[in-house]
């Protein structure tokens, strides 16, 4: 576990906390990108001005996080643009049919103790830890 | 000027996947690879995110309506279904090919990586696929409907 960092998990996790708090207070919406992000995506969804600001948000926040000396490390992605444009559709078909992901049901769902964001927490977890170990380990990625 | 507050939660949340190092697929990996070395990182983001939102969501639920809105947004589905449990399963296997969720993918777009826009415009054409077969489906549904309904 020489990659544990518990103290910069903790903060981050208490700042994802309370922004999808102080959403839910303000706009009475669930901070889940999948949501935010699809009804974005659907031409006839009129509500866009909360959802472009919050993407918005998201996406400034490396930029600001740069001009204060922070700079963000491009992410670093598999050699195979196949299984980047694979990974992708699925994680967005996957993502809309099931209703959510890592924010909407791991954070803002379990919060409410909603059983379907329990359910789906358990089953994205133990498929992705499969993916891993199958791509890692079995076919020596 | 209430959208100053959405686009001030945005930027919480950025600023806490980035703290937490979860912006980087290698970390979540990490998570990931319980057969490797090991790292519960994201575990404890998702522990300390639980801390504050679940006594958060709580005051909430006292509150009539929100502070910019007319009603609170919920989730109405209730029943664990096929289409969540597939959903969550195929949505587990991208993330466990790449270690890339919506948001992280979304708030790389800052970097301007091609591998992260290729993944964003790859992940906005799966949930436009997914929306046009929920609507087709519900079309052709309503017309087997009006087509065994009584005339008039």
Redesign the interface.
Known sequence: MANFTPVSAAIGGVLIGLSAVLLMLSTGRVAGITGIFGGLLNLRSEDKGWRIAFIAGLILAPVIAGWIGYDMAAPKLPASWVVIVVAGLLVGFGTRLGGGCTSGHGICGIARLSPRSIAATIVFIVTAVITVAITHHMLGG | M??????????????????????????V??F???????????A???????????P??R??DR?A?????G?????G????DL?????????????????????????????L?P??I??????????????AWQQSRLTAQRERQLAGAPDG
């Open positions: 209430w959208i100053i507050v959405p686009l001030l939660c945005g930027l919480i949340f950025g600023a806490g996947l980035l703290i937490s190092g979860m912006v980087q697929p290698t970390k990996l990490g990931l690879d319980i057969f490797g070395a090991w790292d519960p990182s994201l404890v983001v998702m522990a300390a995110a639980l801390a504050v939102s679940m958060g969501f005051l909430a509150g309506q929100p502070w910019f809105a009603q609170y947004f919920r989730p589905k209730s029943g664990i289409p969540l449990v597939t959903g969550a399963a195929l949505f587990g296997i991208g993330w466990g090919l790449v270690g890339l969720c919506p948001g992280p993918a979304l708030e790389s777009l800052a970097t990586s591998g992260v290729v993944f964003v415009v790859a992940m906005a054409a799966g949930m436009i696929a997914h929306d």
